[in-house]
């Protein structure tokens, strides 16, 4: 069973900044396509970057120059660093990731985690 758990959400004023964190467990053979997705009140889900195994990224038009994403490989781990926080970036932030248990492999969604940024 695989588990992705999210932390790092909370209070933030805008301007500021803050780092998320999802670590994957379980039976895993591999990780390949970690993202990040958010979703605010009122709206569906929405993408806001992915990463490769080797690093290669792709951002939302409204994050690009702001939100950061890596992944640390050897921990399983994948991280967001959100700068220069916006009203508007207030969501439910969900870690999202195509893992492969030996030759069978799926998508897995974290429980989630608030993000409120205050004007």
């Known amino acids: 069973q695989v588990q992705l758990v999210e932390s790092g959400g909370g209070l933030v004023q805008a301007g500021g900044s803050l780092r998320l964190s999802c670590v994957a467990s379980g039976s895993i053979t591999s990780i390949n396509i970690m993202a990040w997705y958010r979703q605010a009140p009122g709206k569906q889900r929405e993408l806001v970057a992915r990463i490769t195994p080797s690093g290669t990224t792709n951002y939302a038009d409204s994050v690009k120059g702001r939100f950061t994403i890596s992944r640390d490989n050897a921990k399983n781990t994948l991280y967001l660093q959100m700068n220069s926080l916006k009203p508007e970036d207030t969501a439910v932030y969900y870690c999202?990731?195509?893992?492969?248990?030996?030759?069978?492999?799926?998508?897995?969604w974290g429980q989630g985690t608030q993000l409120t940024v205050s004007s």
């Open positions: 999202n990731a195509d893992i492969r248990w030996m030759r069978v492999l799926a998508n897995f």
